[in-house]
């Protein structure tokens, strides 16, 4: 069965950066874009970018422009997601989740169980 | 603020039929298909209608999704007390160049 197992709970102080992973099972891993959609406590999803498989490929929102890195590890069949300088805003839970296919074609129909990184000093 | 305008909130008693509106614009949902999700307390968003009114399989056909013209909407017939939970819209937009989700309406069996 398809599996989206993230990494545990982070704490990090402000300005500081963090590194989530998301490891894929049950399906082939290279046939399948990743995303990362955030969700702050009590507020929507929010997301954030995409990256193909091969990690060749990346696209992310313009709000993360500079501050987000997405990188693949296909030997692992794992997805990572860096935030640099970290806010209080940042606090969230955050979700890997897949689609078939880029761009309006897609939806996400596996999701990660959520990491949550809490931003405080 | 959310780029999609859904109701914050939606009620119903079980055996009823509830329905959830999702509005936005030309470069969304004026030109994709909107997909549905599901998120109960807690956990995961869950995938539940994609391309308007496709049903993956394990939902239940009590959910059912439309679009007429640029007004996509979630009914819920039968409604069970599981189904409290947040739904969530989605669709790609053109001109942000990326995925943008409505805020969510909490749907309270009353």
């Known amino acids: 069965q398809v599996q989206l197992v993230q990494s545990g709970a982070e704490v990090r102080k402000p300005g500081a950066s963090v590194k989530v992973s998301c490891t894929a099972s049950g399906y082939t891993f290279s046939n399948y874009y990743m995303h990362w959609v955030r969700q702050a406590p009590g507020q929507g999803l929010e997301w954030m970018g995409i990256i193909h498989p091969s990690g060749d490929f990346t696209s992310y929102a313009q709000k993360f422009q500079g501050r987000l890195t997405m990188t693949t590890d296909t030997s692992t069949s794992t997805v990572y997601m860096e935030v640099r300088g970290l806010r209080s805003e940042d606090t969230a839970v955050y979700y890997c989740a897949r689609t078939l296919r880029s761009g309006w074609l897609g939806f996400f129909d596996y999701w990660g169980q959520g990491t949550l990184v809490t931003v405080s000093s | 603020q959310s780029v999609l305008t859904q109701p914050p909130s939606a009620s119903g008693t079980p055996g009823q039929r509830v329905t959830i509106s999702c509005s936005g614009s030309?470069?969304?949902?004026?030109?994709?298909?909107v997909n549905w999700y599901q998120q109960l307390p807690g956990t995961a968003p869950k995938l539940l209608i994609y391309s308007n009114d496709q049903r993956p399989s394990g939902v239940p056909d009590r959910f059912s999704g439309s679009k007429s013209g640029t007004s996509p909407s979630l009914a819920i017939s039968g409604l069970q007390s599981e189904d409290e939970a947040d739904y969530y819209c989605a669709a790609w937009d053109d001109s942000l160049n990326g995925w943008v989700f409505g805020g969510g309406t909490k749907l309270t069996v009353l």
């Open positions: 030309y470069s969304n949902i004026g030109t994709n298909t």
